[in-house]
T-cell receptor, first 113, second 110 residues
């Protein structure tokens, strides 16, 4: 099992460019999440999805959009990248509500110049 | 005040030592707690869940004190491979929103 797979692993963008980060999970999980991790800040939730076709805002949603067209995929889009969005992005998934931990992908390192 | 707070460390300990980390949380609505381990430049990985009754997994023991709103992690007989950042994580009621502490860094030396 691949678990949670993120693509790309690394990317450098110029300010104003757009891009999409892809997260795919093969565990049939209902819930999927996008986080960003910055030094001294811990992981912060950007957006999440509780099932196919649903999305919701997390703690730091501004500047990002998401889509969950298929259960196994959760896309994170940056419409107009800004240097403040330089970060490490992690996708995670979990089976359902309740005391279920989340499984993380190995991250995308994004630099905005 | 952060919802989940941890001492960032680093905790420097020799191999074989016992080390304990504490974590406090401010949201009494938090129902479930976890310890995750994160190696440098890697993704967080679940270490163990934390139960009110306390739970043990090999050299690791986790404890939850709801009255005082803190979670602890005890590592016995530290190994070099235990060197990592340990994230204290709370899960709020309702949907599965995890709230992460900023992590405690552990360095185990020979």
């Amino acid at each position: 099992n691949a678990g949670v797979t993120q693509t790309p692993k690394f990317r450098v963008l110029k300010t104003g460019q757009s891009m999409t980060l892809l997260c795919a999970q093969d565990m049939n999980h209902e819930y999927m999440y996008w986080y960003r991790q910055d030094p001294g800040m811990g992981l912060r939730l950007i957006h999440y999805s509780v099932g196919e076709g649903t999305t919701a805002k997390g703690e730091v949603p501004d500047g990002y959009n998401v889509s969950r067209l298929k259960k196994q995929n959760f896309l994170l889009g940056l419409e107009s990248a800004a240097p403040s969005q330089t970060s490490v992005y992690f996708c995670a998934s979990s089976y359902d509500r309740g005391n279920q931990p989340q499984h993380f992908g190995d991250g995308t390192r994004l630099s905005i110049l | 005040r952060k919802e989940v707070e941890q001492d960032p460390g680093p905790f420097n300990v020799p191999e074989g030592a016992t080390v304990a980390f504490n974590c406090t949380y401010s949201n009494s609505a938090s129902q479930s707690f976890f310890w995750y381990r994160q190696d440098c430049r890697k993704e967080p990985k679940l270490l163990m869940s934390v139960y009110s009754s306390g739970n043990e997994d090999g050299r690791f023991t986790a404890q939850l004190n709801r009255a005082s709103q803190y979670i602890s992690l005890l590592i016995r007989d530290s190994k070099l491979s235990d060197s990592a950042t340990y994230l204290c994580v709370g899960m709020n009621t309702g949907f599965q929103k995890l709230v992460f502490g900023t992590g405690t860094r552990l360095l185990v030396s020979p």
